[in-house]
């Protein structure tokens, strides 16, 4: 599979764990992007990296969020003590520069009990 | 504030009927346009895009008409098969992604295609 790549598929965790979900671009996709997605809403920006650089960050990406991309092939987002509210999916998409589709993987389930 | 919406939030059509999605957008910066659609338990998957210098597109059965004076867009699919059922996005951005502008969804509209 030359996809995007996501993993877990589904998370469930209690509130005030940490989590991490890892995304595995297409390859040679020099751009990677993070959203996320609430039930009947459409995808919301969270961040976005060219190669290594985090080069954009929404404000709805709060301090207990972290995503890095340490050397520009794969990305990890963490979120520290999770809240009921972060329960999403969260997806990964990636694209190669010049061009303006966006691969999306399949997403992380996030469920915080 | 900006914001990218949805006509109708459902939509059914018979099989072999031709659908049209809509969708208004609110900012009149954005000069980049794009459909999604996707399916239950999956990642949104491009279906066409469109920039604002143009005010049609068409692909493969389906068709992307932008109107920038009234700051409306609208996916049409010709000969609505079943597996077109999905949820459809439009999306938009001030350029394109290739530019590092994040896409701004809206809300959805789901297509419901009966036999």
């Known amino acids: 599979d030359t996809g995007v790549s996501q993993n877990p598929r589904h998370k469930i965790t209690k509130r005030g764990q940490n989590v991490t979900f890892r995304c595995d671009p297409i390859?040679?996709?020099?751009?990677l992007y993070w959203y996320r997605q609430t039930l009947g809403q459409g995808p919301e920006f969270l961040t976005y990296f060219q190669n290594e650089a985090q080069l954009e960050k929404s404000r709805l990406l709060s301090d207990r969020f972290s995503a890095e991309r340490p050397k520009g092939s794969f990305s990890t987002l963490e979120i520290q003590r999770t809240e009921q509210g972060d329960s999403a999916m969260y997806l990964c998409?990636?694209?190669?520069?010049?061009?303006?589709?966006?691969?999306f993987g399949s997403g992380t389930q996030l469920s915080v009990l | 504030g900006e914001s990218v919406g949805l006509h109708l939030p459902t939509l059914s059509v018979q099989e072999g009927d031709n659908s049209i999605i809509n969708c208004a957008y609110s900012n009149s910066a954005s000069d980049y346009f794009i459909w999604y659609k996707q399916e239950s338990g999956k990642g949104p998957q491009f279906i066409i895009d469109?920039?604002?210098?143009?005010d049609k597109r068409q692909g493969q059965r389906v068709t992307v008409l932008l109107n920038k004076t009234v700051k409306h867009l609208s996916l049409q699919i010709a000969a609505t098969q079943p597996g077109d059922s999905a949820v459809y996005f439009c999306a938009e951005s001030r350029s394109p992604p290739d530019s590092g502008y994040a896409l701004n969804f809206g809300k959805g509209t789901s297509l419901l295609v009966t036999p």
């Open positions: 469109i920039r604002s210098n143009m």
């Open positions: 998409a990636s694209s190669l520069r010049l061009e303006g589709e966006l691969f």
């Open positions: 390859s040679e996709h020099n751009r």
